[in-house]
């Protein structure tokens, strides 16, 4: 987190004045692909027009928000990606984007605005394409050297479930090899949390999930520069899912901005309040209206780590003083990854 944003966020604390400083936009619900343990690729019914969505952007912007998250679906596939990303940019907001990686090629222009592209990547190539589509992790890394060679910071973003837990270490062998970074965090049984879908069957007993993470944190005490997970995501993955109060910034300093205009404190939980809408109420009055209410499952890598950084629990943020980390053995089956440029 930039100190600017920290500043910004002890004021927001000291004031009591809440402000969307950083806000995740999901510019719409629609998708290039069809992840297997995704449920958030179709477009809602009711999605922004283009006026409604520079309006809202602007309004929120004129709060203090100065860095957005551009999410989905696949933001890259929205008809106006291209002019939502200048008017951010023309106005000095930093841009983040979580992206598939498949249309970085096509649309290299926009993606030149990005203060980072965060690509998803499950793992080695089988095992990712198994749940994106044959192809998908050729163009996923396509995606990252061009997006590289643009000049942008490219970060990795992988789901820790069923799907890939016996390949991780493969992964961190890849990515240091060819210098990407990469965050890791659980896989959640729906993104929607609407008990409509059951994603279970990808989410790994705790157990499981401890030990991967504590894998990981042994490999980035033995020197990993790939693992761009704070200390703090590390140690707080290894209770996951036990319930943890942290402090929780959403609704201070973050909120979450769906397709269609529903503004909440934060997108990770309930979703069933429709009650904020930018569209229906204005940016100042949605976002006035918010409850801030934590809670106990926090999940995102990032968040957790912001959220952290929000209390002032720097001791969370710092190395562990006294684990012990042996070196990684080298993995045989890392040798067939292929290697890009
Ligand atoms: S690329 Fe992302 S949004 Fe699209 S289907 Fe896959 S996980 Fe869902
Ligand atoms: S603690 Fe809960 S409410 Fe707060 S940011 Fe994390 S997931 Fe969202």
């Not at 050297?145 to 992964?171: F, W």
């Not at 062998?173 to 609407?194: G, K, M, W």
């Amino acid at each position: 987190m930039a100190l600017s944003s920290i500043a910004r966020g002890a004021a927001a604390r000291i004031g009591l004045k809440p402000a969307p400083i950083s806000v995740g936009f999901e510019i719409t619900h629609l998708c290039n692909l069809e992840c297997r343990y995704c449920d958030r690729h179709t477009p809602g019914p009711h999605e922004m027009t283009r006026e409604q969505i520079l309006d809202a952007l602007g309004g929120l912007h004129a709060l203090g928000m100065r860095h957005v998250s551009l999410d989905g679906g696949e933001p890259l596939a929205h008809r106006h990606i291209d002019e939502v990303a200048a008017f951010l940019a023309q106005r000095g907001v930093r841009i983040y984007m979580n992206t598939n990686g498949v249309l970085v090629p096509r649309k290299v222009a926009t993606v030149r605005l990005l203060s980072k592209v965060k690509i998803s990547l499950d793992g080695p190539p089988a095992c990712h394409d198994a749940m994106r589509g044959e192809g998908s992790w050729q163009k996923a890394i396509n995606g990252a050297i061009v997006a590289r060679h643009a000049g942008v910071g490219v970060e990795l973003t992988c789901v820790v479930g069923q799907h890939n837990e016996s390949h991780i270490e493969e992964l961190v062998e890849f990515a240091d090899t060819h210098r990407f970074r990469i965050v890791f965090q659980p896989a959640r049984n729906s993104l929607f949390l609407d008990n409509t879908r059951d994603g279970s069957g990808f989410q790994l007993e705790a157990a499981e999930l401890r030990r991967v993470f504590a894998r990981l944190r042994e490999l980035k005490l033995a020197g990993s520069p790939s693992i761009a997970n704070g200390w703090a995501s590390l140690r707080h993955f290894l209770d996951f899912p036990q319930d943890v109060s942290l402090p929780c910034a959403a609704g201070w300093i973050n909120a979450t901005l769906d397709p269609e205009g529903n503004l909440f404190h934060c997108g990770q939980v309930d979703r069933n309040d429709l009650t904020h809408n930018v569209v229906r109420l204005g940016a100042r009055r949605a976002f006035e209206g918010l409850v801030r209410k934590g809670c106990t499952q926090c999940w995102c890598a990032r968040v957790v780590e912001e959220n952290y950084a929000w209390g002032g629990r720097f001791h969370r943020m710092l190395p562990p003083r006294s684990v012990h980390a042996p070196p990684a053995p080298p993995s045989p089956s890392s040798r067939r990854l292929p290697v890009v440029a």
